[in-house]
């Protein structure tokens, strides 16, 4: 029985001198390491058979699993990366700016001019520093004391500071201490002829780089400060980014993503945020817990063993909160770049550096990410395709997808521009591409099954009337252009989650006690336009022609029709104030001329957002003029003329100006 017990223990130590050796090859960071050591020591006195040893060992296997140091290296062609984003996605031209500077950025750091400041009281010393130095393409700063050079540092920024110690007033240790306190990226080597071992102690406590002593061989100062500056660099050209997509699904959010990825030589993985409501998802559990695992982002980070990859924070804004916890609460450590150099996974229990991972975040809407997890990231807008774009699209990338998706060849089907025109006007009502593909895929299966119960092979044209037969008849109408103007009818313009949308605002009076009647699904901000829009006109009757006890005997309905979808927001305010107006002049409000912008009591028209989005809708709808807020001007003039074109943009500031261009 001793026999077996002692094979047992030396089967044990075997293994834990295997996890010692691990742990001393990993090269793992100071403090990981130390953390390590610790799990080891108590693992060392509990037995193997216990559940703690278990848990003590798989721990340590996980820290040994994850890519402390390993980094993939960044292409920063940029010529390649334009390729790429070009090659994958028509249009987004401000996104694919916007990717092209954040290489630019990397490139001309990696490149840049390092700046070296040399602190010595001998002029002796700092020539031949200088000199030295200034061979190896270095910008080189001398100055004869610690004062001259806290004067420079406060002027201008340096890469790396070479100091002695002993110096009048202010030491270099005083220098060090400061230079670590208000420029702690700047790098401190200390040169001395004073040497001692308490000093260079003290010194690298301080946070000096190192300690180099007189006489030194130049050599030595020369390949010093080029380490300096390797690690300076590497630290600066991996600060990650924190891009956040916000649009209409289906307008290429999550697949730039990837090509962004593509580009830059980067692994690339996707979390999906949708629905998620505990924090332990981005945090991960405290190993008390039986059957512990660290979070998502670092579960990600390992399966894809890179400490520098893209990661895709998908559905950000439809992210849930309940008693577990508030996961977006979670995200404002992991996506601050001043903070997530030491995130803090409650089951690693160690610093993981996430500031060099660019995370990419995509929502459809910005009204329901909290402000301060919105403060984080720089939004970048996708607004939805115009028709041109959606054809140009289908006809380069859909079309050829489904065609090979269905089993078919190129040669065997044939979609003409006008069949294409055709889908996106009648068969489709979305900003994105999905609702569109899914309509050619719905032809191709159709051709696909057709194509067995014949023989031979024939190509197939795809025009107006095969259109008509393989989907039946248009699903959409564009109501303005097929109605007549009427009283009390106004159209207007809104932006949801799915992009920008017509609605149609109407007004109807009728005898009763001066009561005003909103239906239609509409929110709080909506019915406090339509009350601030009836103030308005009762406070300005006169003006409008109309008799001021207009609203004594009678009661005024206002309605927006598809009563069982919600809606709110102040842009319909102006939309409600000519409705009313129409009714109450008998004066016809022009169908064609869409409107959007908020009201308040004196009549003023404040901005609104998504102008973009709204005049996408109105060219869907063959709206031939639109009306915005004066405010919006800089909104308006930023629109490509692709999108203006065929269109009439009016801005106003009143809204008696706008009653001048809409009613009859």
Known sequence: MKFFKSSDNSAQNKDRE???????????????????????????KISAASAEFTIGLTYIDYLLSLPWNVKTEDNLDIGRAERILNENHYGLDRIKERILEHLAVKVLRMNRQARVLIVDDEEIARKNLSHV?????????????????????????????????????????DLLETVGRKHPDTRVIIVTGYATVPSAIEAMKKGAFHYITKPYKLDEVRDTVKQALEKKTLRASSRGTVLCFVGPPGTGKTSLGRSIALALGRKFTRISLGGMKDEADIRGHRRTYVGARPGRVIEEIRRVESANPV???????????????????????????????????????????????????????????????????????????????????????????QVRDKGLSPDQVVFTADAVDLIIHEHTHEAGIRNLERKLATVCRKIAKGSLAEEGRRTITVDQEA?????????????????????????????????????????????GRKELIITGSLGDVMRESAQAALSYIRSNAGAFGIADDFFENQDIHIHVPSGAVQKDGPSAGITIAVAVLSLLTGRPAKRDVALSGEITLTGRVLAVAGIREKVLAAKRARVTTVVFPAKNRADVEELPGSIRQ???????????EVADIVLV
């Open 646 to 656: 065929g269109i009439s943009i009016r801005l106003v500031d009143t809204v008696s």
């Open 133 to 173: 130095l200034g061979k190896e393409q270095y910008y080189v700063i001398t100055a004869p004391d610690a004062e001259r050079g806290l004067e420079e540092l406060e002027r201008s920024e340096f890469d790396v500071v070479l100091t002695d110690l002993r110096m009048g007033k202010v030491s270099g240790m």
């Open 311 to 401: 990661i895709m924070l998908d559905e950000i804004d439809k992210i849930g909160q309940d008693f577990k916890g508030d996961p977006a609460s979670a995200l404002l450590e992991v996506l601050d770049p001043e903070q997530n150099r030491a995130f803090v996974d409650h089951y690693l229990d160690a610093p993981f550096d996430l500031s060099s991972v660019m995370f990419i975040v995509t929502a459809n809407v910005l009204d329901t990410i909290p402000a301060p997890l919105r403060d984080r990231m720089e939004v970048i807008e996708f607004s939805g395709y115009t028709q041109e774009e959606k054809a140009h699209i289908a006809a380069r990338y859909l079309v050829p997808k």
């Open 467 to 511: 259109v008509e037969r393989y989907l039946g008849r248009r699903k959409y109408h564009h109501d303005v252009v097929e109605e007549h103007d009427r009283v009390g009818v106004a159209t207007g313009l809104v932006r949801t989650e799915t992009g920008g949308e017509i609605i149609f605002v109407e007004a109807a009076k009728m005898k």
């Open 18 to 44: 295997d996890l010692r050796r691990r742990i001393a090859e990993a090269r793992l960071p100071g403090a990981v390491e130390k953390i390590a050591g610790q799990e080891m020591d108590i693992l060392s």
